[in-house]
């Protein structure tokens, strides 16, 4: 049982994982945070784009 408990404690797999998550999980707020940002853009450009694709038609 000590054995078992102080493999548990040296093992890295766990600890590994969660940077990952981690990391993942930062990303994701900043690929969120880059969109919000251009959101307000991209909405301009494509009411342009259909504006005059619309006056060609």
Same mark, same amino acid.
């Given at each position: 049982?000590?054995?078992?408990?102080?493999?548990?404690?040296?093992?890295?797999?766990? #600890?590994?994982?969660?940077?990952?998550?981690?990391?993942?999980?930062?990303?994701?707020?900043?690929?969120?945070?880059?969109?919000?940002?251009?959101?307000? #853009?991209?909405?301009?450009?494509?009411?342009?784009?259909?504006?005059?694709?619309? #006056?060609?038609?």
């Amino acid at each position: 049982m000590k054995n078992e408990i102080a493999q548990f404690l040296r093992e890295e797999d766990g #600890a590994t994982a969660l940077e990952y998550g981690l990391i993942a999980g930062l990303i994701a707020v900043a690929v969120i945070a880059v969109i919000g940002t251009f959101t307000g #853009a991209l909405q301009g450009l494509f009411n342009r784009l259909a504006t005059r694709i619309g #006056a060609v038609g």
